[in-house]
């Protein structure tokens, strides 16, 4: 069952996948730190395993079912002489949700007032944010599994390179969601970055392709200037 592993393009297309792999998953620890940074600190790293957990299992419960997968890039109907499948759905609804959110989470960061929450609201918010992850999971997911198919062509191969991004951005997580609640900047930097993923869902949704290195790169640029901003502040800050 593993043979493939120990053959040298086996072993190329495991260090390839895992590596695309965890480029894919950026979006996801984004939206992560994004949903988790809502709950008491005491839920949060129990909130980013179960996240990361259900990604995991939603990716390889679709690897097991590909010939479902496959199935839904098939036309279900058509619109204005367009084919519109099952993933156009998916991924149409997805960015309709994640554009909804980034929108709703920027206008709470820049203008909304906030109040404390009751305290016996804690619980309803854990599931809620649960629910969230869970929801835009089975997009990112799709996104995933469809690129896997792509690039390889063993079912263990691609679920050893899941499984290793996933602990990737497991221990990673983390980090990531603590450096972005702690700088409000980059907190809304982060929230534009899932609202140009949200419009490049969409698009995709609609049949125009957009490529993903195109919104990477332009949001490395935007986050090495926020680096440079954050460092000139902290050294103009008068010393004690």
Known sequence: MFSALLTADGLIALVTLTAMEIVLGID?????????????VDQQPLARRLGLSLALGIRIGLLLAISWIMGLTEPFFSVLGRGVSGRDLILLGGGLFLIAKATR????????????APAG???GVFTLVLIQILLIDIVFSLDSVITAVGMANDIPIMIIAMVLSMLVMLVSAGSVSEFVNRHPSVK???LSFLLLIGVMLVA???????DKAYIYFAMAFSLIVEM????YRKRRRPRP
Do not use: M, Q
């Open 28 to 40: 996801n620890v984004v939206f992560l730190a994004i949903l988790v940074g809502r709950l008491p």
């Open 105 to 116: 989470e920027i206008y709470d960061k820049v203008e909304a007032s906030h109040e404390e």
């Open 121 to 123: 609201a804690a619980r």
């Open 188 to 190: 809304i930097l982060a």
């Open 204 to 210: 995709e949704g609609l049949g125009t392709h957009v």
């Open 228 to 231: 440079l901003n954050l460092r």
